[in-house]
């Protein structure tokens, strides 16, 4: 029972770290004509310019943490205002909750503002019921529509709107 018991807790720690490391931050530059190229994503935010960043890979527990560690850092931006494309999950964790609190609180605290693109209407519920998302800062939520990438554009003309009014 003991070695059962072991080789659960190993195949769970090997699953949770695969989770960790498949996790991938890329930052999307919209074309001008619709479609967006991929570069790295940046480490720290600029002042007073949209971020769009998507996410690959898992956003359960480990995933999640790695997440929260590898999201551009907003210390020392003014205004910066970030786009996290959320596309293609159908639920998120409770980790993850507590990860995009964090990061809308951190924003918050810099005059920034955190935007969720290409979110399924599950995790739109999931969000409004959790709520601690919305009220840890400014967050504005733009659901996924059938044309991939649609939502994006429209969260980061938002961001640009708004950046665009508070200077």
């Known amino acids: 029972a003991a070695a059962v018991g072991l080789g659960v807790a190993l195949s769970l720690m090997?699953?949770?770290?695969?989770?960790?490391?498949?996790?991938?931050?890329?930052?999307?530059?919209?074309?001008?004509?619709?479609?967006?190229?991929?570069r790295d994503a940046p480490a720290t935010l600029a002042s007073g310019e949209v971020?769009?960043?998507?996410?690959?890979?898992?956003?359960?527990?480990?995933g999640a943490r790695t997440l929260q560690a590898r999201l551009p850092d907003p210390a020392g931006a003014e205004r910066p205002?970030?786009?996290?494309?959320?596309?293609?999950?159908?639920?998120?964790?409770?980790t993850a909750y507590v990860v995009l609190s964090d990061y809308a609180r951190r924003l918050d605290e810099v005059g920034g503002r955190l935007y969720l693109s290409g979110v399924a209407s599950?995790?739109?519920?999931?969000?409004?019921?959790?709520?601690?998302?919305?009220?840890?800062?400014?967050?504005?939520?733009?659901?996924?529509?059938?044309?991939?990438?649609?939502?994006?554009?429209?969260?980061?003309?938002?961001?640009?709107e708004w950046l665009s009014r508070r200077s």
Do not use: K
């Open 122 to 160: 599950e995790v739109v519920e999931q969000l409004h019921r959790n709520a601690t998302v919305e009220q840890a800062g400014e967050v504005r939520i733009f659901p996924a529509t059938a044309t991939v990438g649609e939502s994006s554009l429209d969260a980061y003309a938002a961001a640009q």
């Open 14 to 38: 090997m699953q949770l770290n695969q989770e960790a490391l498949d996790l991938r931050l890329v930052a999307l530059v919209p074309d001008g004509a619709g479609r967006f190229e991929e």
């Open 81 to 94: 205002a970030v786009v996290l494309r959320l596309r293609g999950r159908a639920m998120l964790g409770a």
């Open 51 to 62: 971020t769009l960043i998507d996410v690959y890979g898992s956003l359960y527990y480990a």
